[in-house]
Nanobody
């Protein structure tokens, strides 16, 4: 599967952005999905993950309550709605996918994921 992320840009602190990631292929619903980010000089970290069914989600503590991950298995897309943005949210954001037989499983570890999008830059100014 190929992933194409978009929606990044420049936002002010307290503002909002919505990231989108569209996948190719006809088996999108077979994949658990995740959003990850990498700031300069730091390791890539998970931000939000969602199960195949969309029923299970997990968030990085620092984004809980501010970010929402969702997916549309008809449109082959996963979204990350980001609100109350902070300068520390500045990073390159990546979407990722891993095939799983469990419709409710989520995966938080970066190396678990098989496919990655190209990344989209999010910059939050104070």
């Amino acid at each position: 599967v190929q992933l194409q992320a978009s929606g990044g840009g420049l936002a002010q602190a307290g503002g909002s952005l919505r990231l989108s990631c569209v996948a190719s292929g006809r088996t999108f619903s077979s994949y658990a999905l995740g959003w990850f980010r990498q700031a300069p000089g730091k390791e890539r970290e998970f931000v939000a993950v969602i199960s195949r069914s969309g029923e299970t989600t997990r968030y990085l503590d620092s984004v809980e309550g501010r970010f929402t991950v969702s997916r549309d298995n008809v449109k082959n897309a996963v979204y990350l709605q980001m609100g109350s943005l902070k300068p520390e949210d500045t990073a390159v954001y990546y979407c990722a996918a891993v095939r799983t037989g469990n419709p409710d499983a989520v995966f938080l570890i970066t190396r678990t994921y098989e496919y990655w999008g190209q990344g989209t830059q999010v910059t939050v100014s104070s």
